[in-house]
């Protein structure tokens, strides 16, 4: 069945980070697929999580910080990042800020991104 999405929500985050979800439980109530668009100031910082989700980062200015098991990895405009379910990560922004869309399968939810506090 089709259905335009006429534009996103718009979901508070500590730490002025602005998120617009477009596809996904809160703004269209699906559970399969998340797909937010992303806008992170310079010296933004999340906590570490370890998500029972993949997720896929395109970033579209700026650029994003991944610190994973392996080390940190830049992520620059017009690169990409994935993660595996159940691996553990952590987003910061570049000095910069950044811009980007990330995709979650199945669909991101605050529960399943098991958090760190």
């Given at each position: ?13 500590p730490?002025?980070k602005v998120?617009?979800?477009?596809v996904?439980?809160?703004n269209?109530g699906?559970?399969r ?23 896929y980062?395109?970033v579209?200015?700026?650029s ?21 379910p159940?691996e553990?990560?952590?987003?910061t922004?570049?000095?910069?800020g ?20």
């Amino acid at each position: 069945m089709v259905k335009r999405i006429d534009g996103p929500t718009r979901i508070p985050v500590p730490g002025g980070k602005v998120i617009r979800e477009y596809v996904g439980r809160v703004n269209s109530g699906d559970d399969r697929v998340s797909i937010a668009y992303m806008v992170a100031p310079s010296g933004w910082e999340e906590p570490a999580q370890a998500p029972e989700f993949a997720e896929y980062t395109l970033v579209l200015k700026g650029s994003v910080v991944v610190e994973h098991d392996g080390g940190a990895t830049v992520v620059s405009a017009g690169q990409a990042f994935v993660s595996e379910p159940g691996e553990r990560i952590r987003y910061t922004s570049g000095p910069s800020g950044a811009e980007y869309v990330a995709v979650c399968l199945p669909a991101f939810s605050p529960d399943a991104a098991h958090r760190e506090e």
